[in-house]
């Protein structure tokens, strides 16, 4: 891995992981630079992270997944980094895909996303349902057909980073992929296996994940697709 890559781990609540996750990376994959944002946990998470010594952006308060990863974004463009990996903090992401996203940066991609239904069938329940419908909006908005889309372990290149670090409603969501595909960003899609939450709560119940679909779907189809593109800078690193 020739380029420069910085994983960024938001976090919320997640003292009963944080310590294993970050503790996998540091101990056998010291080569990636990291760092936890705690966006205002309630838990533990921050005192995990100093007394561990990790790699630490403490937010005071609450600000949402979307300003957590503009923090992390932020923080990668303005070190020099020529991608960032949203990872998360729960444990579900595993490392050992990053080098391969990283060489799909490499040969020109801008968005890379770790997906599971590259090579398989996606399974028949309800929460697939939505993303079936989610990945038909984004094909019909922007040609691409984007397998994952609610994968939430993506990279991203340096050219994308200046967009998400200093543009508004840039979240890290199947909508700001769906719009940057049509400014022209190249999305592309790898096969990784994702593992189960071991501690503490996911908080996609039914209800938000209903709300969750319903919210990207109007975004991607109503406002994303009218929305006057941006400008993306020349070369992908």
Request: proline content about 4%.
């Amino acid at each position: 891995m020739s380029i420069k890559v910085l994983v960024i781990i938001p976090a919320y609540n997640e003292a009963g992981n944080i310590e294993r996750v970050v503790g996998n990376l540091e101990k056998n994959y010291p080569q990636l630079d990291y760092v936890v944002i705690n966006d205002g946990s309630r838990d533990d998470t921050a005192e995990i992270c100093r007394k561990n010594s990790f790699h630490l952006i403490d937010q005071p308060v609450n600000l949402g997944l979307s300003g957590t990863f503009q923090t992390g974004i932020k923080y990668a463009y303005s070190h020099g980094y020529d991608a960032a990996v949203q990872f998360d903090g729960d444990g579900q992401h595993r490392p050992e895909y990053i080098e391969q996203m990283a060489e799909e940066i490499e040969k020109g991609a801008d968005i890379v996303i770790g997906s599971r239904f590259v090579n398989e069938e996606k399974p028949k329940s309800l929460r697939m349902f939505g993303s079936n419908i989610i990945q038909t909006l984004i094909r019909l908005t922007s040609g691409r057909n984007i397998k994952d889309p609610t994968s939430g372990m993506r990279m991203y290149s340096r050219r994308v980073m200046r967009i998400l670090a200093f543009n508004m409603n840039m979240g890290p969501e199947p909508d700001t992929v769906a719009y940057l595909a049509r400014c022209g960003a190249k999305v592309k899609e790898i096969q990784v296996i994702m593992d189960e939450r071991i501690a503490g709560e996911s908080y996609l119940n039914l209800s938000a994940s209903a709300r969750y679909m319903m919210v990207m779907s109007v975004s991607i189809l109503l406002i994303g697709a009218f929305r006057p593109k941006i400008k993306l800078q020349e070369g992908s690193v």
